[in-house]
Structure formats: structure tokens, C-alpha cells
């Protein structure tokens, strides 16, 4: 059975390596509060020691309140199984007879989805172009298609874009009935769209944090983040490790929007083989920070956690993106800045910052 990394889609809690446990997901105290009914009724459970037991339209006043005032949640890393999961979720919620238009790029994740499952006709809109093109439907869509169009994106801002998307429907769609879904939205934006599946303030895309704009300040790790790591065998600072290093594969952490600032335990003496590879790949190099020692022993005695560390404080980054989940929780611990562990999906953040 495939493992994979699951994010409970309430709570946020990730299941690092699992047996993918499908829909039904993972058996955990979750009880995460939906919107101010499930914290009413969690005050009068407290208040009474659970003694008093809820009424039908009690609990119709709780569905109310939750829909009325639902929760915010904290600052988190967004999967994209957890975008896929919420966008399933909210394609039970719309109507199937409808034509689904993306917005083009990450908006196309949940509205593939959404098309899936609803069985629409699928559209791409290009807010830099301001057109919309038939992708295509596949032979089991639904062909009936009606003037009702389900316009997605991923999040809503501030909802600007949203804005500017629903207004080119309405020129190219004209007599159509517009829905307008964001799967995380912004509390203060949330009512600029018809569906969305969570409220949050701010969050981490998982899809697209390596090009947002906060990440020119960040500091990324090499082996493991922008590269495979090597394997033990390779791993001898000799003829292996230096071969591995000039063909090893890259991932899918890409960032190109701005310069890139990298720390790595890659000895200094590999700097040159190193700049080689990253340009090789079309990385443009920031500030390259390599370890300071001699050999490969001398790096085993010393403390990699605290040189990282001292780097990110000497050199004022922001954060940093940390392949190893040792490695990221030390950083975290001894700088106090956000730290990203790509491995295993995590976002770790000071207590200011939740």
C-alpha cells in the first residue's frame, strides 16, 4: 500500500509516512470548533460537566451560529492533498449542470477537481490576457451545459482578482449566473465569494511558497529541499559524493522569482561543482552559504544546528525551508523564525505568528 503525508482537512494536524486512509481518513481527537455555536456549546458542557444534554433546536442554533460566525484558522501549511481534499468538499456543494472556469494557475487545481466530480465542462481564465478557454470536457462529462459557470480560485485576498475574473465572464458569458468559490478565503473577503471550505489570515502554499513574495527574505537547504539527498553510500566526501553531485536530481521546489539564499552542509570545498549544478538548473544564486569544515569527519563533531542558525541570525533572514525534521525543529528552537520542513509538510512558527 502507497504511503503518503495526510493533513487532517479540520484540524490541520499532519500524519507524516501513512498508509493513505482515503476519505475516511485518520482515526484522531479532533474536535476542532466549526464557528461560535461549537464554542457556545462547549462553554455550557464545561459549565454543567456535560449534564446538560441538547434539544433538536438547540442544535439547529448551533448549525446557525457556526454558518453565521464560522472559525479562523490559525496560520498553517496548506497541502495540496489538503486543497484537494477541501476542493472535494465543496464540489458536493455545487450544483453539476454548470460549466467550471479556473483561474488560471493554482485556481486550476480545485476547479479540475470541482469539473471532476461535478462532471462540467472545463474552462482556464487568464487574468494577464483576460481569456477564457475550453479545456476540454473528456467523454463522461456532463455536455449540458447551462449559463451557470462556478468561477474558483485557490484562495481569496483581498479579492481583487475575483473581481476582475467575474467581470470578464460576464463579457464572455453574458447571460450567465456566476457562483464564485474560493477554497481558503480571507475572513475580511469572505463574503466577496458564494463557497469557500476554510477561513484563515494567512497561510503557507505548499504549491506555490517558493515564489510568494515573504520567500526573498528565506534561506532554503540544498540536499533533500532543491535536490534529492544522497545515499549513504554516496556520502563518502570522495569519488561517489562528488559524482552523485553533479547528476543528482532536482525536485519540485523551484524558486525563480528571486534571487536564492542557500544553506547548506555541503563542505565549502565543493562550492564549484555546487554553483555549477544550481545554474545548470536555472537557479539564480543569492548568497550561498557552505560549511566551514576541513572533511566530512570534522562536520560529523561539530553542531550543524547551531552554524545554520548563526547564519540565519548573521545574515537577517526571515525563515528558512529545512529538508531534515530534526534539523528544522532546532533551527526553530534557537532562532525563533518560521521554518518550513519540506519533508514532512510542517510549518513551525513562533507563538506571535499563529
Not at 47 to 76: D, E, H, Y
Not at 112 to 127: E, G, K, Q, R, V
Not at 254 to 272: C, D, F, G, S, V
Not at 275 to 299: S, T, Y
Request: aromatic letters at 8%.
Amino acid at each position: 500500500m502507497s504511503k503518503i503525508d495526510w493533513q487532517c482537512p479540520e484540524c490541520l494536524v499532519v500524519f507524516p509516512n501513512v498508509p493513505d486512509p482515503g476519505q475516511q481518513g485518520i482515526g484522531h481527537r479532533c474536535r476542532p470548533s466549526r464557528g461560535l455555536g461549537d464554542t457556545v456549546k462547549k462553554i455550557i458542557d464545561v459549565a454543567s460537566g456535560s449534564k446538560i444534554k441538547q434539544c433538536t433546536p438547540c442544535k439547529n442554533r448551533q448549525g446557525k451560529l457556526n454558518a453565521a460566525f464560522p472559525s479562523v484558522m490559525p496560520t498553517s501549511y496548506i497541502t495540496t492533498e489538503l486543497l484537494t481534499t477541501l476542493s472535494i468538499q465543496v464540489a458536493s456543494k455545487l450544483p453539476s449542470k454548470c460549466i467550471v472556469i479556473g483561474m488560471a494557475r493554482s485556481g486550476m487545481i480545485p476547479a479540475s477537481i470541482i469539473a471532476t466530480y461535478n462532471h462540467c465542462s472545463l474552462y482556464s481564465l487568464d487574468l494577464a490576457n483576460k481569456t477564457i478557454k475550453n479545456t476540454g470536457s473528456g467523454r463522461r462529462a456532463n455536455q449540458r451545459v447551462g449559463l451557470e459557470i462556478i468561477l474558483v480560485d485557490d484562495s481569496i485576498w483581498s479579492g481583487d482578482s475575483m473581481k476582475e475574473a467575474e467581470s470578464i465572464v460576464k463579457d464572455t458569458f453574458p447571460e450567465s449566473k456566476i457562483h464564485k468559490v474560493a477554497i481558503i478565503a480571507r475572513p475580511a473577503s469572505a463574503k466577496k465569494v458564494d463557497y469557500f471550505s476554510i477561513l484563515q489570515n494567512f497561510h503557507f502554499f505548499e504549491w506555490n511558497y517558493p515564489n510568494t513574495e515573504f520567500i526573498e527574505k528565506y534561506a532554503f537547504d540544498m540536499d533533500g529541499t532543491l535536490c534529492d539527498d544522497f545515499t549513504e553510500p554516496d556520502d563518502d566526501d570522495g569519488k561517489r559524493y562528488l559524482k552523485a553531485m553533479k547528476t543528482m536530481p532536482a525536485t519540485a521546489i523551484k524558486p525563480h522569482k528571486y534571487p536564492i539564499n542557500i544553506i547548506t552542509a555541503r563542505l565549502e570545498k565543493y562550492r564549484e561543482p555546487t554553483i555549477k549544478w544550481l545554474k545548470d538548473q536555472g537557479f539564480v544564486i543569492g548568497n550561498l552559504h557552505m560549511a566551514p569544515w576541513k572533511d566530512k569527519q570534522e562536520r560529523e563533531q561539530n553542531d550543524i544546528i547551531a552554524w545554520k542558525s548563526q547564519v540565519i541570525k548573521d545574515n537577517g533572514y526571515d525563515g528558512m525551508v529545512e529538508s531534515n525534521p530534526f534539523i528544522a525543529e532546532g533551527i526553530f528552537v534557537k532562532t525563533q523564525k518560521p521554518v518550513i520542513c519540506n519533508t514532512n509538510k510542517q510549518l513551525l512558527l513562533p507563538q506571535g505568528m499563529r
